[in-house]
C-alpha cells in the first residue's frame, strides 16, 4: 500500500458541464459528456414545476430513450439537439423568446443517479 493507493489523476481537460439553449438547438458540452461516460442514450426530464431539466444515461429499450453521444471523425465532443417542439417546450416553459438571443445553464451531476441536472432558474444570457 502507499500513500497516495486510491488517489486518481483530475483531468483538467473536462471544465464545468453546460447546456447552451439558442433558436438553433440545445447544445450539450464537452465536460456534460465526459462526466457521463460518453453515453449513446440518456432520457430528458422535465420539471415543470420547479422548471429544471435532466438527461439520464440509460439503455436503449428505456421508454423515451433518445440518442446522445456518437463519435465524430473530427473529435468534437458535444451534443446537439435542434427538434423545434423541444425548444418550443422550454421557451413556454421559461418564457423565453429564443429568437433574440439563447441562454447557458450550468450543469450539477448526480453521480447515484448517472445523469446531469440543468435548473433552468439560474440560466444566464448568452451574449
Known amino acids: 500500500m502507499t500513500t497516495l493507493e486510491g488517489f486518481k489523476p483530475f483531468n483538467f481537460s473536462e471544465g464545468v458541464p453546460y447546456v447552451s439553449i439558442t433558436n438553433n438547438g440545445m447544445t450539450f458540452n464537452k465536460s456534460v459528456v465526459m462526466k457521463l461516460d460518453y453515453p449513446e442514450q440518456v432520457v430528458l426530464l422535465i420539471d415543470n414545476e420547479t422548471r429544471r431539466i435532466a438527461i439520464q444515461v440509460c439503455s436503449p429499450d428505456t421508454p423515451n430513450a ?62
Open 66 to 127: 433518445a440518442s446522445f453521444y456518437k463519435e465524430k471523425k473530427n473529435n468534437v465532443i458535444s451534443v446537439r439537439w435542434n427538434g423545434r417542439d423541444l425548444l418550443n417546450t422550454i421557451q413556454a416553459m421559461m418564457g423565453w423568446d429564443l429568437s433574440k438571443g439563447g441562454f447557458r445553464i450550468e450543469g450539477t451531476l448526480l453521480k447515484a443517479d448517472h445523469a446531469m441536472l440543468f435548473d433552468l432558474n439560474a440560466a444566464t444570457e448568452l451574449n
